[in-house]
């Protein structure tokens, strides 16, 4: 459980309770296909249900997947990286296509839309689950994180990026009742006052990467 959310527990146990059914007829109903040439890029920075929807709000992000990485463990669940115990990191998984959006625009957006600053947390949720985390899959994607990191180290943040810059081993996806959370439930608390703002203010930053409007 997360500590900052044990007074919305009534609020997401209701709305799962309701909910539930219906999401698992739209995740059988609806399986996300990637395609040719899709790659994927893995980043932590705080609670999934808020990084999911700021990725997908990015040109050429064909999916976001919220799980968990970064951990010793097997088949993590969500109760169990709660006790910090796991190693585990909430994490997404970021489906994009390369011609559209570059890894190096990925990572502009990761540091753009979190503190990196913070260890083991982002307000209002802290515990090693929620630290951050940039993974690399080859060694040209560490050496952009890592050129990132000082950049911003030097022209930003004085050196105070906790970042860790980890290998990609293993994602596992969480529970089907986290994917897509902001999006099924704008009514949540939660959402109403963490996730919509900090999506907001990633908007606000950089108005360049979002997808058009369909309207």
């Not at 010793?72 to 910090?84: A, D, E, L, R």
Request: hydrophobic share 35%; charged share 20%.
């Amino acid at each position: 459980m997360k500590f900052s959310k044990a007074l919305l527990f009534l609020t997401l146990i209701t709305v799962t309770l309701f909910s539930f059914s219906s999401e698992e007829k739209m995740a059988d109903n609806i399986v996300f296909q990637p395609q040719e040439g899709t790659e994927v890029a893995y980043f932590a920075s705080g609670c999934f249900w808020c990084v999911e929807a700021i990725f997908e709000s990015v040109s050429g992000v064909e999916e976001a997947v919220s799980g968990y990485a970064g951990g010793h463990t097997k088949n993590p669940t969500y109760k169990s990286i709660g006790t910090g115990r796991t190693g585990h990191s909430e994490t997404v998984a970021v489906y994009y296509n390369p011609e559209v959006v570059s890894f190096k625009t990925l990572v502009d957006v990761f540091y753009g839309s979190h503190n990196p600053t913070t260890v083991n947390g982002q307000h209002p949720d802290y515990g090693s689950q929620y630290r951050s985390i940039a993974f690399y899959k080859t060694e040209a994607e560490k050496q952009i994180i890592n050129a990132a990191i000082s950049k911003l180290n030097k022209e930003k943040y004085n050196g105070k990026i906790v970042t860790e810059v980890t290998r990609f081993t293993k994602f596992y996806k969480a529970e089907e009742y986290h994917q897509d959370y902001e999006k099924l439930h704008p009514e949540n608390p939660y959402i109403q006052n963490v996730s919509i703002p900090r999506l907001n203010a990633f908007k606000s930053k950089f108005p360049q990467l979002l997808k058009k409007s369909k309207h």
